[in-house]
């Protein structure tokens, strides 16, 4: 085991808050996309946590940073409709007949080759150090530029030399340039709306108190020492920060912050000195981040560290007749041994559709049990098995355990515990 899972688990085992964050599912925990594939969804989850001191409940505030954002796109947009009819003839003095075909053979390209465009726009979009390189691959493909420039600077170099190669060049007014220039802001600007939307927008369940012991204040406290840790680190994304309390603009930024989780609260308006509303990205430990990604997340990962600090010897994914398979079996004393299913849900719905889930893996449980009863080795041996699911809602568990045993008399229902893994901790004595 390494130093940074060991630090990760210190903190795990003593702190109740970060077993509630960790314990979420990938998709609330991590800042995970959808995008359509040829029309079905993709998904996929970023190794970053998104720092924010906007409440779920702040409907208001929420409702204020969309629509002032929305409001700054729509702007955007009109500033580059009006100005593209000095830009135009830019475009077509540097590029000539090749952007007129331009639209139809990105279309194209898409239509081919989906796959391959999308891997191009997250190379862009998430790859910062091959972002210069996707870049200078996308002009050559469609011949925009020549194959000997191979950097930007040339890139620029070569568009500065064009364009006075010829001192009469008409396009070549101050006009103009000005022109270029409020365009190339507007694009930025368009870009950076695009970023702060996907951040107040994000799936992640982290600013919203989620169990009656957990707050906003325990998890900047939890941040602070994951920090401390490197657990996670200050990421090279942009923040965004923005003042609700002054009129739009006044205060509203990108910035490139490198603070400990915990100096965030000192952010305040230099104009109001009120406190600003921030959305500050972080980057999670790459091998943390690979135990949230496997299939289990990290669940399962707890409850194998869990037995290990207990010299507990276990075996995963055991299969029993071919076609069952329990995710854990270990022995908790002679003679018995407890089988152990466990089951990530998304904690951010409704009790029912929990409760839902709950019953229909309890009766998976208890039908793989049955048949593992009748098997030889385990026929005459106490098995105890456990639902083990990343719930934190204990008395919610109590209650879906008591209306399932109240209908199900039989000696294997009884014998099923449905726990989360602080529970299954103490139930296990570990």
């Not at 493909?141 to 620029?156: C, D, F, M, P, R």
């Amino acid at each position: 085991m390494s130093i940074i899972i060991k630090k990760f688990y210190n903190q795990f085992w003593k702190n109740p808050t970060c077993r509630n964050l960790f314990l979420l599912s990938k998709e609330e925990l991590l800042d995970t996309k959808t995008i359509d594939v040829e029309g079905r969804p993709f998904r996929y989850s970023l190794p970053r946590i998104i720092i924010s001191n906007v409440e779920i409940d702040e409907n208001f505030t929420i409702d204020t940073i969309k629509n002032r954002n929305d409001n700054h796109n729509i702007l955007m947009k009109e500033m580059i409709a009006s100005k593209m009819e000095y830009f135009g003839p830019i475009l077509f003095e540097l590029f000539g007949e090749k952007i007129q075909d331009l639209a139809e053979r990105i279309k194209k390209r898409f239509s081919d080759r989906p796959i391959i465009s999308l891997l191009s726009i997250f190379r862009f979009f998430f790859n910062e150090e091959e972002r210069e390189d996707t870049i200078i691959e996308f002009l050559k493909e469609y011949n925009l530029i020549g194959h000997q420039l191979n950097t930007l600077t040339e890139v620029v170099d070569y568009t500065k030399g064009k364009l006075l190669i010829n001192k009469k060049n008409s396009i070549l007014t101050e006009q103009n340039i000005i022109t270029s220039l409020e365009i190339i802001k507007v694009i930025k600007e368009l870009y950076l709306n695009l970023v702060y939307k996907a951040l107040y927008e994000t799936n992640q369940v982290l600013v919203n108190s989620l169990h009656s012991d957990d707050s906003f204040e325990s998890r900047i406290v939890l941040f602070h020492h994951l920090y401390e840790s490197k657990i996670i680190k200050a990421s090279s994304e942009d923040a965004h920060i923005e003042c609700t309390n002054c009129d739009p603009g006044v205060y509203r930024g990108v910035f490139q912050l490198k603070l400990n989780p915990n100096k965030l609260e000192k952010l305040k308006c230099p104009s109001c000195s009120q406190e600003v509303k921030y959305f500050v990205p972080y980057e999670l430990h790459p091998e943390i981040y690979e135990i949230i990604r496997e299939q289990d997340g990290l669940l399962q990962n707890a409850l194998l560290n869990l037995l290990a600090m207990n010299d507990k010897k276990y075996k995963t994914n055991t299969q029993f007749s071919n076609d069952i398979e329990i995710d854990c079996v270990f022995n908790l004393r002679k003679g018995e041994s407890v089988f152990v299913e466990t089951k990530m849900y998304k904690i951010n719905t409704t009790k029912d559709k929990l409760k839902s889930k709950l019953k229909k893996h309890f009766g998976k449980l208890l039908k793989d049990i049955q048949r593992i009863k009748k098997l030889p080795d385990y026929k005459d041996k106490k098995v105890t098995p456990v639902l083990l699911v990343n719930i934190i809602d204990t008395q919610l568990l109590q209650e879906v355990e008591k209306e399932l045993k109240e209908k199900n008399k039989d000696k294997i229902s009884q014998s099923i515990k449905i726990l989360n893994i602080t529970t299954f901790k103490e139930e296990m004595s570990l």
